[in-house]
């Protein structure tokens, strides 16, 4: 099937500064690729919705400013959390669709 | 708009037992329906899917039926095992290109 990497995995950082996580489409080309958040022990919420070579889409409540989303290729996705706070801590998850939707693994982010 | 609900966990069962995990939808068209599971620590894999009415989505034992009459797509096991235990999603999608809307999650746990 068609493998959907994210980068990191994992990371940790100090509150105030920005963090990238990247989303890759490893054998195929997304047209489209989402973003979600996942608080411990909850279901996934998409947070924005991105098109190569457009801006992104953001669903009601997520900041636009705050969380950047570039999707500048058919097979890379970045979103980059600026100015983080402990409450950004979370699991982000990407998914890529060239048609059926293929998830990443997962980035969990703790600000400290 | 469209939502999905499913049974409040956590459920824990005994090796060998029968497994029922209920999920039923809300949607304005004829969505694709998905279960994915999630393991500790790691993104969603997506474990079955059924696009249209009366579809048997079927992996690794598992089985769900795209019900269109009683909105349901409920997951079935007739003998779980212990690696089994894992949070399981139900979702639903209207197109290919359009975001995953899950359900909350349903926390499975197998003892042996």
């Not at chain 1, 990407?94 to 990443?104: D, L």
């Not at chain 2, 966990?9 to 029968?18: D, I, K, R, Y």
Request: hydrophobic share 35%.
């Amino acid at each position: 099937g068609a493998v959907v990497s994210q980068h990191p995995s994992w990371v940790i950082c100090k509150s105030g500064t920005s963090v990238k996580i990247e989303c890759r489409s490893l054998d195929f080309q997304a047209t489209t690729m989402f973003w979600y958040r996942q608080f411990p022990k909850q279901s996934l919420m998409l947070m924005a919705t991105s098109n190569e070579g457009s801006k992104a889409t953001y669903e009601q409540g997520v900041e636009k400013d705050k969380f950047l989303i570039n999707h500048a290729s058919l097979t890379l996705s970045t979103l980059t959390v600026t100015s983080a706070h402990p409450e950004d801590s979370s699991f982000y998850i990407c998914s890529a669709s060239g048609g059926e939707q293929y998830f990443g693994p997962g980035t969990r982010l703790t600000v400290t | 708009g469209n939502s999905v609900t499913q049974m409040e966990g956590p459920v824990t069962l005994s090796e060998e037992a029968f497994l029922t995990i209920n999920c039923t939808y809300t949607a304005t068209g004829y969505p694709s329906l998905f279960w994915y599971v999630q393991y500790p620590g790691e993104g969603l894999q997506l474990l079955l899917k059924a696009t249209k009415a009366d579809d048997k989505g079927s992996n690794k034992g598992f089985e769900a039926t795209y019900r269109k009459e009683t909105t349901s797509f409920h997951l079935e096991k007739g003998s779980v095992q212990v690696s089994d235990s894992a949070v399981y999603f139900c979702a639903l999608s209207e197109k290919g290109n359009t975001p995953l809307v899950f359900g909350k999650g349903t926390r499975l746990s197998v003892i042996a």
